[in-house]
Nanobody
């Protein structure tokens, strides 16, 4: 029943910024941790960031620390990923996913969005 829909992807030049949105529906949004993942061509899917539910935990991959910021808008049932200082290696399909617990971690994600393309290129 639960659904997640990503938006905000596109083409941006190196050093630019982009904000991704993940809108949830069909479940009690604030209870669950929401994670962002990405998969670049020829590479394995990796965890990018996560924001917790009730516990308020936040996770960033080392590769994006200091450049990406995750946040929640509980009224809009939306999680955002603000990306700045983008690099070509950030190019990937980005997915948001719901974790079946409030705490952030890399496992136990049960609902996934369809993914959105982010391309960083000059």
């Amino acid at each position: 029943q639960g659904q997640l829909v990503e938006s905000g992807g596109g083409l941006v030049q190196p050093g630019g910024s982009l904000r991704l949105s993940c809108a949830g529906s069909g479940f009690t949004f604030e209870v669950y941790a929401i994670g962002w993942f990405r998969q670049a061509p020829g590479k394995e899917r990796e965890g990018v960031s996560c924001i917790g539910g009730i516990d308020g935990s936040i996770y960033y991959a080392d590769s994006v620390k200091g450049r990406f910021t995750i946040s929640r808008d509980y009224y809009k049932n939306t999680v955002y990923l603000q990306m700045s200082s983008l690099k070509p290696e950030d190019t990937a399909v980005y997915y948001c996913a719901r974790r079946n617990v409030p705490e952030c971690n890399l496992d136990e994600y049960d609902y996934w969005g369809q993914g959105v393309q982010v391309t960083v290129s000059s």
